[in-house]
């Protein structure tokens, strides 16, 4: 940007130079260039969009664990788990890539609060089955209380805080949000009993089935909000066609081969 200095005063484009006022002084300045993007720019854009928009629909799905549970960070660090699932997808299906495509067990393990893994506050692994009626269970193991919880140590009990999301692979845009009331674990229990939770879901077609998993400490009605106490993650994630599960099959790399030179130097001892 320039001052223009004179008599004359320009106001609007000539050439590639812009005259305008900015307050009190006439400045001007080169015209912005025009950029275009290149075809794989392009695609790649698309499908940065496309990655971004599954993370958003994410985040709305566990809205209530995302107020309870995550950082500012969230958004960028589950458009970054999204991108990393979108690259799984194969390269020809650049500038159209969908989710169905892609590993959707990769958001399996994202913690909403960076700083607090889930595992360090409840120790068990809960385990997911598709019965073969199409009747999912959420089973959390039973055992003693002090080898599945660390507690806050003024707390009274601990809630266990799950939800699901099951919605369509195929574009149709159907979706259903799975609400769960709070389990309540009395810490002056010693024994945790094996707890299942019960579902029937539509599994025609190829489906994502999601669920997240939160833990907060309690004393009497008021919740800790000491930020080592509190955390929340995704517990599972699976693609289902069907009513069975979809593994995820990767491309096989392409090895480049090492080619052996044919006419090396070779060393050669000299003595003095």
């Known amino acids: 940007m320039a001052r223009v ?14 005259f305008y006022k900015r307050g009190k002084k006439d400045v001007v300045r080169h015209k912005a260039a025009n950029y275009t993007l290149t075809e794989n720019s392009r695609k790649s854009a698309k499908d940065f969009g496309a990655a971004s928009r599954n993370a958003s629909y994410i985040r709305k799905a566990f809205a209530p664990l995302v107020k309870l549970y995550a950082y500012d960070d969230l958004l960028n660090r589950l458009n970054k788990r999204f991108i990393e699932i979108f690259k799984t997808i194969p390269a020809e299906h650049a ?32 385990d997911l089955r598709i019965e073969p009626d199409g009747l999912v269970k959420l089973i959390l193991p039973k055992g003693e209380i002090e080898s599945l919880l660390k507690p806050h140590p003024k707390a009274t009990e601990a ?15 159907g979706y259903e949000i799975i609400e769960v009331n ?14 299942v939770l019960a579902l029937s879901l539509n599994h025609k077609c190829d489906k994502a089935l999601i669920f997240a998993m939160g833990i907060s400490f309690f004393t009497g009605t008021a919740r800790s909000c000491d930020r080592r106490y509190y955390a929340g993650k995704i517990i599972h994630a699976l693609h289902v066609k069907d009513g069975v599960i979809v593994d995820f099959v990767a491309q096989p790399k392409v090895k480049s081969e090492v080619v052996e030179q044919g006419d090396k130097l070779s060393w050669a001892v000299e003595e003095e």
């Open 182 to 195: 709070d389990l309540v674990i009395p810490l002056s229990n010693s024994h945790f009993p094996k707890t």
């Open 159 to 173: 809630r266990l805080q799950v939800m699901g999301f099951h919605f369509d692979l195929d574009d149709t845009g």
């Open 95 to 126: 500038g159209k890539k969908k989710l169905i495509d892609g590993d959707i067990a990769l958001l399996k393990g994202f913690e909403f609060n960076s700083s607090k893994p889930l595992e360090q506050l409840w120790l068990s692994e809960s």
């Open 5 to 18: 200095n004179g008599i004359v005063r320009f106001s609007g484009q000539l050439g590639d130079l812009v």
